[in-house]
């Protein structure tokens, strides 16, 4: 939130926050930071019950990580680095006492997002150690089933294993090999295929369950939000490597219903874990229902809150190239300072209710300086609409439109104070849930 309006008490909350955190580690000594002692990891590692340390630690490196990415923290990188070294020191004895099954073994409780937070500090540090670490984090007999391709996902954890598919995605990044770039497109298309209800979500009592059996899962404790979390970062990925339609469709599907959903009206802090499918279920009524403002902890309030923070994310995605090209796959009121063509948009959409035939969009495009080069706005044709009552203008212009599920590309030297106008005829339609 702070990357994106420099609030100057953001800033020092956060910075705060990082020196109390820095504070805590240098007096541990050890370079392990976390509010739960680090014998919590002696069961862990011995295969005992203790519930879900790593899950934790990959929020508190991440959080860490983001300081330095997003803010320059120096001080938030150093204390990353020293939690890698004190984990991977661990990893290696677990190894080296006992042995690589067991490491493997241990896995089974909740280190998803591990390995993404490593290849992410890989990439910063290019230490090798890093990069060791975080291969040893990519759980090979879940990786290893999307890379044969089979659609075996029942019976996993999801929020757990979402995560190491966005390491995987990172892995890819980094080192460039395209199974890991495969992983991802495959795990989304049996995710969708076979594992989503109409809202997007996936998942029930946090579990996988079989493949096109949707039907008789539907309950109170569908579609944990985290999940929703996860799964619209891995399809951001997606998107930015193939400019595929659907993955700009699917984000806006999970993100309407999976994340907007969550937070109960107006008031921050009080969020759900699980969005009930079931017929005449309610949020109010089921098992883990609304939190509390300031009372309420679980692993749906670390991503929930995040979300809100997060709304002006993945609007816009600039093409890198020799001309400016923008693509704008989100319809949400924002504005976007395009600095390579030169030009500030405003985005404004009109207020939809339920009973409105249309979605109306209005993109203002301001220009402080003539420039002499042609740039692209690319704008989504959302799968959902149809052409039969669709209009766009330029400046009062009609212009011809693709057909929904494509881009309508319009290039050109932008001067100042010139508007593009969508209309979007809302249909109402059904899917059918897959189930016997
Ligand atoms: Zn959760």
Not at 97 to 126: A, C, F, P, Q
Not at 224 to 230: F, K, M
Not at 313 to 333: M, N, R, V, W
Request: with cysteine.
């Amino acid at each position: 939130m702070w990357a994106s309006t420099h609030n100057q008490t953001l800033y020092e909350k956060m910075s705060s926050l990082v020196d109390a955190l820095y504070d805590c580690q240098k007096k541990i000594g050890t370079g392990y930071l976390s509010a739960f002692p680090p014998e919590f990891f002696d069961r862990f590692e011995a295969i005992q019950s203790v519930w879900a340390p790593y899950y934790t630690i990959h929020k508190i490196m991440a959080g860490l990580l983001d300081q330095y990415v997003l803010a320059g923290n120096v001080k938030a990188l150093q204390m990353v680095v020293g939690m890698t070294d004190y984990f991977g020191n661990r990893v290696k004895n677990v190894i080296l006492k006992y042995s690589i099954e067991r490491h493997w073994t241990s896995l089974n409780e909740e280190t998803g997002g591990m390995n993404d937070v490593l290849y992410r500090l890989y990439s910063i540090t290019n230490d090798p150690k890093h990069m060791v670490l975080a291969h040893l984090f990519d759980k090979p007999c879940f990786l290893g089933l999307l890379a044969v391709q089979a659609d075996s996902l029942s019976g996993f954890h999801s929020n757990t294993h979402i995560p190491v598919v966005i390491g995987a995605q990172m892995r890819y990044e980094i080192t460039g090999d395209p199974l890991y770039k495969e992983i991802g497109a495959f795990f989304m298309d049996i995710v969708n295929s076979s594992h989503s209800y109409a809202t997007g979500g996936t998942s029930v009592s946090e579990f996988w369950s079989d493949p096109k059996r949707l039907a008789e899962t539907l309950s109170t404790e569908n579609e944990e939000s985290c999940t929703t979390y996860n799964m619209l970062k891995v399809s951001r990925n997606l998107f930015r490597w193939t400019k595929e339609m659907a993955y700009a469709d699917y984000y806006e599907r999970a993100l309407m219903n999976g994340v907007l959903s969550i937070q109960r009206g107006r008031e921050p802090g009080v969020m759900i874990y699980m969005l009930p499918q079931g017929p005449g279920q309610s949020k109010a009524r089921s098992y883990h229902g609304w939190g509390t403002k300031f009372d309420s902890f679980w692993c749906c309030y670390g991503t929930g809150i995040e979300s809100f923070s997060k709304l002006g994310d993945s609007i816009y995605f600039e093409e890198k190239g020799t001309a400016p090209s923008l693509y704008i796959i989100q319809y949400i009121s924002s504005s976007f300072n395009w600095r390579s063509a030169g030009v500030a948009l405003s985005q404004k959409i009109k207020f939809v209710s339920s009973f409105d035939p249309y979605l109306q969009i209005s993109i203002r495009i301001l220009s402080n300086q003539s420039t002499s080069q042609s740039s692209t706005l690319n704008l989504r044709m959302p799968s959902w609409t149809s052409l039969d009552g669709a209009n766009v203008t330029l400046n009062d212009q009609n212009l011809p439109l693709p057909y929904p599920g494509n881009f309508l590309c319009v290039a050109r030297n932008w001067t100042s104070n010139e508007t593009l106008t969508l209309v979007l005829p809302l249909k109402l339609r059904t899917e059918p849930i897959k189930g016997q």
